[in-house]
């Protein structure tokens, strides 16, 4: 009777053995497929992963390049800065004294009646050849303006006159100079117009 049974228990075994592997082969392969989704998921997850850190770089680099753009700008203007300061340094000083000069013009422009006055005159004349030298050497110019077209850059029309032996639109007079210094105004000529 023991026979008997050994051959059936024999086919149970490899009854549970073929069961065994075809489990383990059906696990193997439901293994496999989780491996490579997981590994594909992986993949994507470092290819989204590398496009976020080169968009991260592009954004740096593009700060930077602007950064730079803006330090290269600030230089130049300081550096601009620092030429008009020196360029026109005696600006001040001269916008000043321009009152002075237009007041020696005005004592120059009396007549003298008597040799004393005369003398005085000549003294005036002197002093203020001397102030003419002075600011012509810092860059001070004064502004053409009689005869000259007129310049809305440079004359400042404060008159209109119709004068049919001047050209339309030339300066008929000068009421006050005007300068520039180093080719910047510092006054405009005070000027009467031709129509």
């Known amino acids: 009777m023991s026979k008997e049974k050994e051959p059936q228990q024999t086919e149970d075994v490899v009854s549970e053995v073929?069961?065994?592997?075809?489990?383990?082969?059906?696990t193997d392969s439901e293994t496999e497929t989780a491996r490579r989704q997981a590994s594909e998921e992986a993949a994507e997850a470092q290819v989204d992963e590398t496009a976020a850190l080169r968009e991260q770089l592009e954004a740096e680099q593009n700060k930077y390049l602007r950064l730079m753009a803006d330090y290269d700008n600030f230089k130049r203007r300081a550096q601009k800065d620092?030429?008009?300061?020196?360029?026109?340094?005696?600006?001040?000083?001269l916008t000043d004294l321009l009152p002075v000069m237009d007041n020696f013009d005005r004592a120059l422009a009396v007549e003298a009646k008597s040799e004393e006055a005369?003398?005085?005159l000549k003294g005036l004349e002197m002093v203020?050849?001397?102030?003419?030298?002075?600011?012509?050497?810092?860059?001070l110019e004064e502004v053409k303006a009689l005869g000259e077209p007129f310049d809305p850059n440079f004359h400042q029309a404060v008159m209109q006159e119709?004068?049919?032996?001047?050209?339309?639109?030339?300066?008929?007079?000068?009421?006050?100079?005007?300068?520039?210094?180093?080719?910047?105004?510092?006054?405009?000529?005070?000027?009467?117009?031709?129509?």
């Open 18 to 26: 073929e069961v065994d592997e075809e489990f383990q082969a059906q």
């Open 82 to 93: 620092k030429q008009d300061a020196e360029k026109f340094r005696a600006q001040s000083l």
């Open 118 to 120: 005369a003398s005085i």
């Open 128 to 139: 203020r050849n001397n102030l003419l030298e002075a600011v012509k050497r810092e860059g």
């Open 162 to 195: 119709k004068d049919e032996n001047a050209e339309s639109g030339s300066v008929l007079m000068e009421l006050q100079k005007g300068y520039t210094l180093k080719g910047r105004v510092l006054r405009p000529s005070m000027v009467k117009v031709n129509e």
